[in-house]
């Protein structure tokens, strides 16, 4: 999609969306659904880094943790408390997957944030794909222990009329269906624009000569920015996971 | 200069499809101020309200990526 366009004839052809290209890893040629890519690559990082702190991290079970044992338990114990809270002790029944997706996104977040290394979750393709299935999780949760009776989650019984009841009805049926966009394109979003607006200010400093100095220290600032926009994004989407999962436990209103 | 109305009103309605980010701008400030303000008046009670702030930038947050996608599509998808 983007980065096909000429670069306008400038001195720097520093395009910001060249860096989301997916390429790859081995020769040039078309990107089959099999090809082993740089995205490929970078969501096998991941997974090979959340493996290194939570399974070789912790495979001492020290009584008096290691740096790396303990950094599992902190994030361990965080996700808990996070599910807990949000989605009810039942809820706690799904903790696993919320802990799969919110290690997954984090650590994809963070690895991205290495100079030259892809970020997988700045793709709609990706996030789209953790979304719908939350999305079709949740939703077969609440028939699975409702029934019918789930649809109740679209019915405002405590609006004073029937006509507003309606209306509420339709609201509430658009925004859950709003769901996985919004939730998918939210994590997606932030991430690009992030990568983008860095690679718009090293543009900058390549251009300034003498004076780039400004735009990097700006880029020392906004990576901070990015840093915690990374894990805030990671945060965000498993809280959302856990409303919509509480949703789905406690349909009604 | 080059190109024509199509491409000119797609680089036009992208521009203007970014206002709506001013509003989710609004919005999530609204949402981080009043929390501040009601936190320094019982920060006792203000610990347990993280995760409920942060669900409340979220939804905020999600109209104004709904605009920013809408620029995005029409700057690289139509």
Known sequence: MAGDGDHGG???????????????????????WYT???????????VAAITLLMV????????????????????????HKMVEDVAGREGAKYFPYIMTLFLFILFSNVLALLPTS???????AVTGVLA?????????????????????????????????????????VISYFVRPVSHSIRLAGNLMAGHAVLKVFAGFAGALGLFSIIPILAIAGMYGLEVLVACI????????????????????? | MEGNIAE????????????????????VGHVAGNFLSGALRNPSAAGDQTATLFIGIAFAEALGIFSFLVALLLMFAV
């Open chain 1, 36 to 46: 082993i890519t740089n995205a490929t690559l970078w969501m096998f990082l991941t």
């Open chain 1, 233 to 253: 994004q990671a945060y965000v989407f498993a809280i959302l996971t856990c409303v919509y999962l509480n949703d789905a436990l406690h349909p009604g209103h």
């Open chain 1, 10 to 32: 400038s001195a720097f052809n520093i395009h910001p969306m060249d860096q989301f290209r997916v390429e790859p890893l081995f020769g040039t040629g078309e990107v089959h």
């Open chain 2, 8 to 27: 000119m009103g797609q680089f036009i309605g992208a521009g203007l499809a970014c206002i709506g980010m001013g509003g989710a701008g609004i919005g």
């Open chain 1, 56 to 79: 070789v991290g912790t495979r001492g079970r020290a009584l008096i943790p290691s740096r790396a044992q303990s950094a599992a338990e902190v994030v361990y114990g965080f996700v």
């Open chain 1, 118 to 124: 892809f970020s997988t979750t700045s793709h709609i």
């Open chain 1, 132 to 172: 719908v299935a939350v999305f079709v999780t949740v939703t077969a949760i609440g028939f699975i222990k409702h029934g019918p009776s789930f649809l109740k989650l679209f019915w405002v019984s405590s609006a004073p009329t029937v006509a507003l009841r309606i209306i509420l009805a339709v609201i509430e």
